[in-house]
DNA sequence: GCGATGCTTCGGTAACGGCCGAAGCGCGGC
DNA sequence: GCCGCGCTTCGGCCGTTACCGAAGCATCGC
């Protein structure tokens, strides 16, 4: 009965993302960018009215925010932490599921570079994050909080402009395919608006692939000190 | 259809949380430690056949495995995945549940010191990583396997036996209550294993609480370092 | 051996929830 | 103003599944 943290909120949270549509829904969400509702039904492979219901019911939930623009309804993920979720529950998914034989090349893709929500994921965002922790501008190790003074002088001088709110300046977001840890939080946010303002990713189409240009291979590691294998596929 | 990492997959999997009774019974294994079907029957308020039902799908789904013990069947969660994937639910479900204010004693205990599955939480786990960290015994910054050769002589001294296998020895968990990361890994089991064979906790029955001794509250801060602030409740 | 205990399998019932067709709002365009 | 489009609400159908009672296997104690 004093449970401690209710079951029951748990199991609702999970019911809400355990059903398929509901899934394709959130997963397509997960490029960080608002989506129509249309669209998003046509995801999930259902009718406008069946995804309506679905995106009531999160909306009411918690789980979805809804942007209105015109007669069109934009509908995101509500917070970071659902998109945490999403990564870890990925992750038990992909240990789970046999997972036939198929790294197509969009596969490859996505591990090489993602967004995860509002950040980047995959090898970059794990090279990212080591890169700038081995300089000693980032120390994962202080939890919330954890840009260095050297850091902040360097993320300036680079113009890399970190927005201000109630969220986590920085934060270790575990990869789901790398299984090390990536920047999240505004720092995270804020390396990924700049690396896509400097042309260095673009955004591939609506999913959460990031497509590397040549003006990012080039100086990207001239930037961070990235190692130069970083883009190689590892064990 | 060539979706990356299958929308089905993370439905099903969440399907199989999403039910009351079986959050009910992951929840309780949250603690760590294996219990019995009918323990977990118990638990989830549910008939024992209810019950083998539930644990029958969520074995064959890889979610929990099994232990055969003489006309006993115990149960764990699979793998620590699980154990992260149910933290970052719960993180989800206190933000979109209004969590009507009854923090009793009960929850008190748990934000002070609990088991994540097989490791330390709450502020001790937090205080704890931190305290490491700030030795420079651990960095997180390295993601996966980080613990510097000082701290690999410092805990051989303090007689911290780490296991072998094939996971990551350290690891950065979020943490629910307290929204900073602890120890994980082969390292957190190892360190949780340590203060319980030290009797610096204890276990408080079968739930996830751990009791913090009076021998602990004397000892761990000498052998660790930690501040001594690090019991005391934050905003 | 025998009965008791712990767990599982089987069968039937009941309820929840996803799905779509049709109809109802709200906004934009001509 | 009218029509068209996007999204939502309503009503009914149907599949899935959680649940329990009863029976079937194992294992332990005597």
Redesign the interface.
Known sequence: M???????????????????A???IL?ALMGGRALAAGELAAHAGVTPQTASGHLARMLA???LAQEKQGRHRYYRLA?A??A???E??????????PRRR?P?P??AA?RLARTCYDHAAGRLG?AL??AL??RGY???????AAVTEEGQAFLAALGVEIGAGRR?LC??C?D?SE???HLAGRLGAALLEHALASGWVRRAGE??ALLLTPAGLRELPLAFGLPSDWAEERP
């Open positions: 004093s449970r401690s943290a209710s079951p029951n909120a748990v199991a609702g949270v999970a019911a809400l993302i355990g059903d398929p509901r899934a394709a997963l939930a918690g789980v917070s932490e659902i945490e979720t999403l870890a529950l990925m992750a038990v998914a992909a240990r789970v599921e198929a197509g969009r596969d996505l794990v994050a080591e922790a081995a980032v120390r994962l190790a202080d939890g919330a986590p934060r270790a575990l789901w299984r090390r840890p999913g959460r």
